[in-house]
């Protein structure tokens, strides 16, 4: 994303940011039109993928030809497509690391709320709340199965270091979404117990779920508002998986100390987050990530891993660190003394 020292100036990178949003959309296309779904079962013309799917021969060449381009499909000399391993991998409908729900959710949600980004930066206001419950419900419900397979491998990284420093006992999954953290420590050990915290419109989608992993007996549900809901006590550990940028910082600080209160002494707290560096130039994905939350949240950002800790110290919480994980950035763990 940067240029090259002493490479001559030209408007190339510029033209190729104009046409930025043709990927994800090319991207949702394919999705919706069932052509990598088609294609899993073995290289196609596009009159077959046209005759397996019924969309236009015309729209399915333009799309298919710029995902060659773009490395998500092959052709061969006798212009049959075929599924690069990436899209194999992650863009078959019927496979479990599935990420089109995200490419979904950029197309039907983000991109046309972006579309008034001159708009909120000039006031500082969101298009719309969506980490406000009476906003943010219906919002929440069709989107916390998509980012799903985001956060399970992460969730599993987790699984397994607690697992080898003795378990996780009782789980506290805070805005829980879909489960995926409790489920995750929940196949990690028989002994985990979750006590999963979300809206009550939310928490559907989360028994849904952990129904369909067979673990509901394990989990156990409580509805409300972060900032109200009764967390309990003696939790062993907490989750807050990419939470704290939709609360911003205020809310953030007073969920940790919440948090501190409702673990056991020993207790380990465990936070994903869309991190940046401490002085803003990076990673690009935690900036752009800050304007995601300019446009749909009153007060989120995106914060360092100094930042966090800091608000983890001021909670009581003590040996703030990280653990490589999948996912956009480390995982942050501290623990109660």
């Known amino acids: 994303m940067t240029i090259p020292s002493g490479s001559p100036v030209t408007p190339e990178r510029i033209m190729q940011f104009a046409w930025g949003y043709v990927p994800p959309l090319v991207l949702e296309a394919a999705i919706r039109h069932r052509v990598f779904d088609v294609l899993d079962s073995g290289a196609k013309s596009v009159r077959e993928v046209h005759e397996a799917t019924g969309a236009s021969e015309r729209g399915l060449s333009a799309i298919m030809n710029v995902l060659v381009g773009l490395n998500f499909l092959a052709k061969d000399t006798q212009g049959s497509y075929s599924l690069t391993p990436e899209s194999a991998a992650f863009l078959v409908s019927t496979k479990p690391a599935f990420q089109g729900g995200m490419i979904r959710h950029c197309s039907e949600h983000l991109i046309p709320r972006w579309l008034h980004l001159n708009e909120v930066v000039e006031t500082g206001k969101p298009v719309e709340a969506v980490n406000q419950e009476a906003e943010g419900s219906e919002f929440f419900q069709n989107f916390v199965s998509d980012i799903f397979p985001m956060s399970y491998p992460a969730a599993q990284a987790l699984a397994g270091h607690l697992a080898a420093s003795g378990g996780a006992g009782r789980v506290l999954d805070l805005a829980t979404g879909s489960g995926v953290w409790g489920i995750a420590l929940a196949q990690g050990s028989e002994q985990v117990r979750v006590t999963a915290v979300d809206w009550p419109d939310v928490l559907p989608v989360t028994r849904k779920t952990v129904a369909r992993?067979?673990?509901?007996?394990?989990?156990?549900?409580?509805?409300?508002?972060?900032?109200?809901?009764?967390?309990?006590?003696?939790?062993?550990?907490?989750?807050?998986?990419?939470?704290?940028?939709?609360?911003?910082?205020?809310?953030?600080?007073?969920?940790?100390a919440k948090t501190?209160?409702?673990?056991?002494?020993?207790?380990?707290?465990?936070?994903?987050?869309?991190?940046?560096?401490?002085?803003?130039?990076?990673?690009?994905?935690?900036?752009?990530?800050?304007?995601?939350?300019?446009?749909?949240?009153?007060?989120?950002?995106t914060y360092s891993f100094e930042e966090i800790s800091s608000w983890l110290a001021e909670a009581g919480f003590v040996n703030a660190r990280t653990l490589d994980s999948p996912g956009p950035s480390p995982l942050i763990l501290a623990t109660k003394p």
């Open 213 to 256: 992993f067979g673990l509901t007996d394990r989990f156990s549900f409580v509805e409300g508002d972060l900032m109200q809901a009764d967390f309990g006590s003696n939790h062993n550990v907490a989750t807050l998986g990419h939470i704290l940028h939709s609360e911003g910082e205020q809310r953030s600080r007073a969920l940790l």
């Open 260 to 301: 501190f209160a409702a673990l056991a002494p020993g207790g380990t707290i465990a936070i994903q987050e869309f991190l940046v560096n401490s002085d803003r130039t990076g990673p690009l994905n935690g900036l752009f990530f800050a304007v995601n939350m300019l446009v749909n949240t009153e007060n989120g950002g």
